[in-house]
């Protein structure tokens, strides 16, 4: 029985004791190429005016009661108009900071209110498109200008 025990730790000990086998670098085929992210998407491109009014219906119907200024936490339309495609699309994502507001949308009507949001001036839009970089139009704890931070207690 002894001899049995050390026969299989003798095998146990050799299997772990070898290493894969060699190849030869010369036939063993490259890697394959390390994937990278692509960069975000810009705008899907050129929007109608058509879109950018069915957009500013849906803003009204489901955005203007905190972006029209009941919200001192939401930034009003007009720094909305400020931000680009991407950074819209973003906030309406899934894992955005409007997340579960984007969730009462369909796609289209996601589609329409970014369109109404990143309009320019003569589609609808006001085409404000400088960054935003005064320190009064930020608070601490906001990603976004905010004109005062809401009571904690709400």
Same mark, same amino acid.
């Given at each position: ?5 050390? =026969?299989?730790?003798? *095998? ?10 060699? *190849?030869?670098?010369? +036939? ?7 994937? +990278?992210? %692509? ?21 009204? +119907? ?5 972006? #029209?200024?009941?919200?001192? *936490?939401?930034?009003?339309? %007009? +720094? ?9 699309? $973003? ?5 955005? =900071?409007?997340? =579960?507001?984007?969730?009462?949308? #369909? ?7 970014? $369109? ?16 935003? *970089? %005064? ?20």
């Amino acid at each position: 029985m002894k001899r049995l025990h050390a =026969l299989l730790a003798a *095998t146990m000990l050799s299997a772990c004791a070898s290493g894969p086998p060699a *190849t030869d670098t010369a +036939t063993a085929p490259a890697p394959a190429p390390v994937q +990278t992210a %692509a960069a975000p998407q810009a705008a899907a491109g050129p929007v109608d005016a058509a879109e950018v009014a069915a957009g500013q219906k849906v803003f009204e +119907t489901f955005c203007a009661a905190c972006h #029209n200024g009941a919200d001192d *936490t939401a930034p009003q339309i %007009a +720094t909305l108009h400020t931000f680009d495609h991407q950074r819209v699309s $973003a906030a309406l994502s899934d894992q955005g =900071l409007m997340a =579960l507001q984007s969730k009462m949308l #369909n796609p289209e009507q996601r589609k329409h209110v970014i $369109a109404f949001i990143t309009a320019p001036v003569d589609m609808g839009g006001n085409g404000m498109r400088a960054v935003m *970089t %005064a320190k009064e139009e930020y608070r601490e704890g906001f990603a976004y200008p905010v004109r005062s931070a809401r009571d904690p207690r709400d």
